[in-house]
């Protein structure tokens, strides 16, 4: 089974600073994506990011970015020139993506880290 | 927005009561979840559903059981409600975008189990 680990409990950055969130995964698989969710305090789980591990090239979003170690299974999210509305639980996830378009779907299901609260100082 | 709504959005309720929590989504997406959160263990997934009458287990169904007998509803049961139950509750759903399948959550719905 796949299991992905966040490290950092809690982080913390000064606002317009740049932080990184680590996050690694222990597979088995070659073909999966990644994805970074953001919580804030609302509760709403809310898409920042996602990659596909076939692809080299790290995905980038606005201000956030990813850096994809494959061969490490590392997954870091990078967060540029703070906000303080980035301030929230991050969640890394894991998919694989065996048997894509089987009907059964579990291979849809997501493997979640246990999370990263970062706090943004003004 | 994924058009996804969750109700209730709070409820408690006392050990031993049957609890429902529905789902709901405007979309026509063939596959939906439901996951808790609790914390220190991010989020896990109960159950989940890849069609009409299609549902399959998750890593932590003891004690769930789910229903979808349309489209656009899906229905997470807790036959009968104990303390370890009370957590937040996600709805999810699948939507192909660029390519390839991401999970777009609901608000979720905050159960309190006495």
């Known amino acids: 089974a796949q299991t992905v680990t966040q490290s950092q409990p809690e982080m913390s950055v000064q606002e317009a600073e740049t932080v990184t969130l680590s996050c690694t995964y222990d597979t088995s698989e070659s073909d999966y994506y990644l994805f970074w969710y953001k919580q804030p305090p609302s509760r709403q789980m809310i898409l920042v990011i996602r990659q596909e591990a076939y692809k080299q090239q790290n995905a980038t979003e606005n201000r956030f970015s990813v850096n994809f170690q494959k061969a490490a299974k590392s997954f870091s999210l990078k967060i540029s020139d703070s906000q303080l509305g980035d301030a929230a639980m991050y969640f890394c996830?894991?998919?694989?993506?065996?048997?894509?378009?089987?009907?059964?779907?579990?291979?849809?299901?997501?493997?979640f880290g246990k999370g990263t609260l970062l706090t943004v100082n003004p | 927005d994924a058009g996804i709504t969750q109700s209730p959005r709070h409820k408690v309720t006392e050990t031993g009561t049957p609890v429902t929590l529905r789902c709901h989504q405007t979309e026509n997406h063939r596959y939906m979840y439901w996951y808790r959160q609790d914390p220190g263990h991010g989020l896990r997934l109960i159950h989940y559903s890849y069609g009409v009458k299609d549902t399959d287990k998750g890593e932590v169904s003891d004690g769930y059981s789910v229903s979808r007998s349309k489209t656009e509803d899906f229905l997470l049961t807790l036959e009968s409600a104990t303390s370890s139950q009370t957590s937040v509750y996600f709805c999810a759903i699948s939507r192909t975008s660029g390519g390839y399948e991401t999970q777009y959550f609901g608000p979720g719905t905050r159960l309190l189990v006495l």
């Open positions: 996830a894991y998919r694989s993506a065996a048997g894509q378009g089987y009907s059964g779907g579990s291979n849809y299901k997501l493997t």
